[in-house]
């Protein structure tokens, strides 16, 4: 499960290793390739009962084999073979005309391709005071725009901007003109504030949070330096994990101490004393212009573009399937986190790097979903049944958004959609089922489901969850999502197979069997959306806004490209609907989902705002109040 928060393998060198390490198992053929699953075919002995069969299923995809199952890796692609042969052993079958892996693609992230900088004196006919390449020295960050800039440089602190909302004091460009200069700003936060304070500037002392505040100010470039106070004193920043598919808006990199201290050379100042004079957090010390400096900064980002596959399959109707709505579909993701790098891990510094299993998260949804269709497909069956294994779920919903975009059959005859995301872990014999607003028919027909069951249900109506079940309701699909919960073990390596109550997940699938038979009998649903509940009056500094916006993750424009609106939200009161690209909100420009969510922290509860947006290539404006977050 996401918060709310990629390749391909040298198959025939991972068939050698595998059968090394396993001994050769069920070979499936796929996608045009002959591939080792490493797995050994289940002939019943492994497991005698759906519990059994869970663990077999949940020990394998949370193994170290399957190395964390990040899209796009080799990890997942051994986890979609894995449950390929599971889906063919209980006679699942490609959808007509296809084969089981429905491939999308997604940014993985990017290197930096050559960046340089400059530093002169405004001597012309001076020699540079550095001029200098590579990652030791300078690289770009993995949100900036390739360009290159030649101006002033001014020098802004920590280059750290509190919301007035927020009701705290601090904004590093009070008192500077940073208008078309380049602004160098020190890495994190002031290091030697109190924990309150601490608390309050780390929220924004994110890098992305800087370069809008410096974009937002006039500034034409961004570059940073890792304080000598601070970890990782005078190192340059790696180019990190980043699934936004175009830049910032602002050229920025981040240099060496020694390239620093070329720039500081002139300033009477050394950047220890700058740093120094920072560190309490004292909002009245200032930064100051560099006013012997000029730099010319290059910036050049190689994003890379990877693919990631769902996996699907259907067990088809037993007969003659007449229905007006001849399909049902369960789902679960199968991606996790891998090893941490893409972000979303919440390892501590010891657990750091280390693979991350996603028992629960969501090994135990895609068990789930075994069970249910292989139960399924021992008995006659009046429709379709689709068997869905999403990819990209941790990156943003990327692969049932991709799916749904362009469904391989028609979304209106999917008569109902099942998730299950992180179903392993029951605590009290509570079960939460998400999305029950979707259709009115929900209630009670889990409510006869579960005279068998026993489960305390927890009904929330609210189907604008952080899974895909999302994806189904943007399509106007009624929908479940199953959830057992969070555990402290949730995006951490500790996140293991011991640790799933295999006899509750078990319970759970027998439940969702429960609830297809009964959909398999029944006249279609019809879908109700849910309109959002939200408070309009005022609030609270610090309590959090929502606008009604679905963001869309997987397209490359500039600004922010909508999937959907929440019903009856604020966004849908203002006009703005699927499809428009917001550009501007509040003042702030918007390029990318990044510089979105920080300008929510300037908006206020009950407050109107002007938003621009293009629609069908136009520019267009409106209002929007944004309104409580419940």
Request: proline fraction near 5%.
């Amino acid at each position: 499960m996401t918060i709310y928060a990629r390749r391909v393998p040298d198959f025939i060198k991972w068939i050698i290793t595998i059968a090394a390490l396993v001994g050769i198992g069920a070979i499936v053929r796929h996608d045009a390739r002959l591939v080792d699953t490493g797995q050994t075919p289940f002939d019943g002995s492994t497991a005698s009962d759906a519990a059994g069969r869970a663990r077999y299923d949940v020990t394998r995809l949370a193994s170290d084999q399957m190395a964390g199952r990040m899209t796009g890796t080799e990890g997942e692609h051994r986890a979609a073979d894995f449950i390929i042969g599971e889906l063919t052993r209980i006679g699942a079958q490609p959808l007509p005309g296809r084969n089981f892996l429905f491939p999308f693609q997604f940014t993985a992230g990017g290197r930096d391709g050559g960046s340089t900088i400059t530093v002169a004196t405004n001597c012309k006919a001076c020699p540079p005071v550095a001029d200098v390449q590579g990652k030791s020295d300078v690289q770009a960050l993995s949100f900036s725009d390739d360009g290159t800039v030649t101006a002033p440089v001014v020098f802004a602190g920590y280059g750290i901007v509190v919301p007035e909302s927020q009701g705290f004091g601090y904004d590093s460009y009070a008192t500077l003109d940073v208008k078309d200069k380049i602004v160098l700003v020190l890495r994190y936060f002031p290091e030697d504030a109190d924990q309150k304070t601490k608390g309050i500037l780390a929220r924004y002392a994110d890098l992305r949070y800087k370069a809008l505040a410096a974009r937002q100010h006039g500034a034409r470039a961004l570059i940073v330096v890792t304080g000598p106070h601070s970890p990782n004193a005078g190192e340059t920043i790696p180019m990190t994990f980043d699934t936004a598919l175009s830049g910032s808006g602002i050229v920025a990199a981040s240099i060496s101490a020694q390239v620093a201290t070329a720039i500081f050379s002139e300033s009477g100042k050394t950047l220890e004393q700058a740093q120094h004079a920072l560190d309490d957090a004292n909002p009245h010390v200032a930064g100051f212009a560099l006013a012997d400096r000029a730099i010319t900064i290059h910036t050049a980002v190689v994003r890379e573009k990877k693919t990631g596959n769902d996996v699907v399959a259907f067990l088809p109707a037993s007969g003659a399937n007449a229905a007006a709505k001849p399909w049902i579909a369960l789902g679960a993701h199968y991606d996790h986190l891998g090893h941490g790098e893409s972000g979303g891990s919440l390892a501590t510094k010891d657990d750091a790097g280390k693979i991350h299993h996603g028992a629960d998260d969501n090994a135990s949804g895609d068990a789930a979903v075994l069970l249910v269709g292989e139960a399924l497909a021992k008995e006659s069956r009046a429709r379709n049944v689709l068997l869905d294994f999403w990819s990209g779920e941790e990156l943003g919903l990327v692969g049932s958004e991709a799916f749904v975009k362009t469904p391989p059959i028609p979304l209106d005859q999917i008569d109902a959609y099942l998730n299950f995301d992180m179903v392993g872990r029951m605590q009290d014999n509570k079960l939460t089922v998400q999305a029950t607003g979707s259709s009115e028919a929900w209630p009670r027909i889990l409510e006869q489901a579960n005279v068998a069951a026993g489960f305390d249900l927890v009904l929330q109506p609210d189907p604008y969850q952080p899974t895909d079940v999302a994806s189904f309701n943007e399509a106007r699909v009624p929908s479940l999502a199953f959830f057992t919960g969070t555990h402290p073990d949730y995006h951490k390596p500790s996140d293991t197979a011991d640790k799933i109550d295999y006899d509750d997940l078990a319970r759970v699938a027998d439940f969702a069997t429960a609830i297809v038979r009964r959909l398999e009998g029944a006249e279609p649903l019809t879908f109700t959306k849910v309109e959002q509940q939200a408070s309009s009056g005022p609030g609270l500094a610090g309590v959090r806004v929502t606008t009604g916006t679905i963001p869309d993750y997987s397209t490359d424009v500039k600004g922010l490209m909508l999937s959907g609106v929440i019903g009856g939200g604020p966004a849908e009161q203002a006009g703005l609907r699927k499809g428009d690209v917001i550009v501007e909100i509040a003042g702030q420009t918007i390029t990318n989902i990044y510089d979105y969510t920080y300008a929510l922290d300037v908006l206020k509860i009950g407050e109107r705002v002007k938003v621009v947006y293009i629609r069908d290539g136009k520019r267009n404006e409106t209002t929007l109040t944004p309104a409580a977050r419940k």
